[in-house]
């Protein structure tokens, strides 16, 4: 029986396209909530940016909970614990720091619910956007700001720009987890961080084998957690990664892909075939 859902949210659950969480993905997930199958969302996001979309889930009511920079931190809904799993020391910040100055790229770095950046650019306005995060711009008054390890950070410029130095910051910071999560975007984690270790520490503190999870991802970081889990989609349009390392593939996020494997759950739950 699976007992837990663990969602990616970008172009899986959350369309960007529609703006929204498309209405089967709502309608589904609350059913599948009530049927006793918890919900995880598992995302790059910072935690800032999951809790319009926690509370729109109704996740505090039936125990759901959320992997938030890409697995460096975990939030139990119902109380509102926050567990950090893993952070960026202060030295690495400054590492961080320097390699942005050098190669003319932003950076911008997690300070509970900020997010500090160097500089503004379209990569940032998205985020502020669609999804919700506060960013204070400070320039070269940064550590002015920035005076705890953090959980995430990320360098954004243009696309052209990150082709040229994601070579070389693989090469010179390769004791941080770097994902490029979009073309605007170079996520850095701590090292060996991902949202598959922290499913594997929520499925033994609730006593389950991966046999009780289900996972859905579109980018090639949700990897990992669908090879982990005992049934695993990915949506139609999702990297070729993903959609390798599936079990089922589903519709696109803007028809419901989600709630489409929340529909296959409550079948195989009853003992169908999913």
């Known amino acids: 029986m699976i007992r837990f859902l663990a969602s990616d949210i970008d ?14 993905n709502l309608s589904a997930l609350l059913q599948l909530q009530q049927q006793g199958v918890r919900l995880i969302l598992a ?25 938030a920079s890409a697995g460096a931190e975990l939030i139990h809904c119902a109380s509102g614990h926050r567990t950090v799993l893993s952070s960026l020391s202060l030295p690495l910040i400054h590492q961080l720091f320097q390699f942005a100055a050098k190669h003319q790229v932003h950076l911008s770095v997690q300070q509970r619910d900020w ?41 954004t410029g ?7 130095i994601e070579p070389l910051a693989r090469a010179q910071l390769n004791d941080l987890t770097l994902t490029r999560s979009s073309r605007e975007f170079l996520d850095i984690t701590p090292l060996h961080v991902c949202k598959a270790a922290a499913l594997r520490r929520i499925l033994q503190e609730n006593g389950l084998t991966a046999e009780a999870l289900a996972a859905i ?37 803007e028809d419901g892909a989600v709630g489409e494997l929340a529909e296959r759950i409550l079948q195989y739950n009853r003992g169908q075939r999913p």
């Open 158 to 164: 243009t696309p052209q720009l990150l082709d040229q």
């Open 43 to 67: 995302t790059a996001r910072i935690a800032m940016g999951v809790r319009t979309m926690a509370e729109q889930l109704k996740m505090a009511d039936y125990g759901g909970l959320i992997i």
């Open 217 to 253: 991802g579109d980018g090639v970081n949700d990897v990992e957690m669908l090879q982990l889990a005992g049934l695993a989609a990915a949506p139609c349009s999702g990297s070729e990664q993903a959609r390798k390392a599936a079990d089922i593939l589903t519709c696109s996020c």
């Open 11 to 24: 172009h899986t659950l959350y369309s960007h396209q529609l703006r929204k969480i498309p209405e089967r």
């Open 115 to 155: 997010m500090i950046a160097t500089g503004y650019d379209e990569a940032l306005e998205s985020d502020r956007r669609d999804v919700g995060i506060d960013f204070v711009v400070v320039g070269s008054d940064f550590f002015s700001y920035v005076k705890e390890p953090a959980c995430m950070a990320a360098l």
